[in-house]
């Protein structure tokens, strides 16, 4: 008999860990969430076989469950799953941005009844929905497993075994830690890229179009503004005490730059630039990593009409799996950039290869 997955929150994240185990697992997986909705989107793209009206239901006679919905509601999930009555050897995991709360939570309400043992794969989109789930959003990017000390490593090389498919890269990592880090380079970043658009919006309606004018660099960093309000408002407040840390270290940030700038002097705002420059620069180039965009390609195009969809219709054609295109320069009739951003190293190469065939000049960011 196959064996049971069951997914609870049925959207970009459960969708795909739920397509990378099938990848590579012959199982049943079965489905669960509070949209009828999400169920609906995720049976008839065949990420589930089956659905479960109650969560009781579905995971009964499970051999894995998976809670993947917004970190708040992860804890009360631990809690009712903690209430049924389970399979004495299934495992628990789930996809929290946070780990802290959940780590305890589970340890409170599951005790030594049911084995936990969280995860955080560190990729995702600013879209969220089961639609814009896929198989390979995780593969190269770094996938948190938080065990307690309680936890042998051979529950835990279960675990791997049945999230190979995603093909990421497993780092254990404890709670705080895990709360501390991610709260540096992705929590935190959140609030600034809204930050920003909101700032902007401040200086909106006083003239120019600025939501027409913000160009490549707003764009970039401002993308994951579009991130669900309510995945973030739950993050965010249970990592609120690092959020809260962070606030100071960067108003202290802030205020060296303002300082330099009110001094003018020029020496240290060029060694303000140079030092961040220099360490951003140093990031790993070929890793997915939390900085999203880095398997980047540019591509001349000549400023004249369906320039951008030939591109594109070639990529397309070869099902190559394009995540973003952003005009760097298009002036008239010379040569304009276009970058072209992937899910993986793989898929660029590939459009590389198609685009050189098709006689367009490519470059990689180097
Ligand atoms: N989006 C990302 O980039 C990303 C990356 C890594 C981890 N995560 C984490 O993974 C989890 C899921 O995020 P996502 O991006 O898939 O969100 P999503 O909004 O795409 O999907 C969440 C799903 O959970 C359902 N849901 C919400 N509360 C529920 C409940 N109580 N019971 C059953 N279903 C419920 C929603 O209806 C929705 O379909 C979150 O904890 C998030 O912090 C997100
Ligand atoms: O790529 C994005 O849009 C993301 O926001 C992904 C991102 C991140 O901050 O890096 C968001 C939340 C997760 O917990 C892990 C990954």
Redesign the pocket.
């Known amino acids: 008999m196959k064996k049971k997955v069951f997914i609870?929150?049925?959207?970009?994240?459960?969708g795909s860990v739920a397509q990378a185990i099938r990848r590579v697992h012959d199982v049943q997986i079965i489905g669960?969430?509070?949209?009828i909705k999400?169920v609906n989107e995720a049976k008839s793209l065949g990420i589930i076989d089956e659905y479960a009206s109650e969560l009781s239901q579905g995971a009964a006679d499970a051999d894995l469950i998976i809670i993947?919905?917004?970190?708040n509601?992860?804890l009360?999930?631990i809690k009712e799953l903690a209430s049924l009555e389970l399979k004495p050897d299934v495992l628990i995991t789930?996809?929290?941005?946070t780990k802290r709360k959940i780590m305890e939570k589970a340890k409170e309400y599951l005790c030594d009844r049911y084995l936990f043992i969280g995860g955080?794969?560190?990729?995702?989109?600013h879209k969220?929905?089961?639609q814009?789930s896929k198989p390979d959003l995780f593969e190269n990017a770094f996938y948190f497993i938080v065990a307690d000390e309680k936890t042998h490593a051979e529950q835990v090389e279960r675990l791997k075994e049945w999230l190979k498919g995603t093909r990421a890269k497993f780092m254990a990592v404890d709670p705080v830690q895990h709360d501390k880090a991610v709260g540096l380079i992705s929590h935190f970043p959140h609030i600034i890229a809204s930050g920003l658009v909101l700032h902007l919006k401040q200086y909106s309606g006083q003239g120019l179009s600025l939501r027409r004018l913000a160009a490549g660099g707003f764009r970039d960093i401002t993308r994951i503004a579009s991130?669900?309000p309510i995945?973030w408002q739950?993050?965010i407040s249970d990592n609120r005490d690092m959020m809260l840390e962070l606030f100071q270290s960067w108003d202290d940030e802030m205020a060296k730059i303002k300082e330099m700038l009110i001094e003018n002097d020029k020496d240290k705002i060029k060694a303000f630039f140079a030092d961040a420059k220099a360490f951003r620069d140093g990031f790993p180039q070929k890793e997915k990593g939390a900085i999203p965009g880095i398997f980047d390609l540019y591509v001349d195009v000549l400023d004249q009409p369906g320039a951008i969809s030939d591109v594109t219709r070639i990529i397309g054609e070869h099902n190559i799996n394009l995540i973003n295109v952003n005009v760097i320069e298009l002036r008239e009739s010379i040569f304009g950039v276009l970058r072209l951003t992937f899910q993986s190293s793989k898929h660029r190469d590939l459009a590389m290869e198609v685009l050189e065939k098709n006689k367009y000049k490519t470059y990689l960011d180097d």
């Open positions: 609870i929150g049925l959207g970009l994240i459960g669960y969430d509070s949209r999400s993947s919905v917004p970190v509601s992860v009360g999930i789930d996809t929290g941005s955080h794969p560190m990729a995702g989109s969220s929905g089961v814009a991130s669900d995945m739950d993050i």
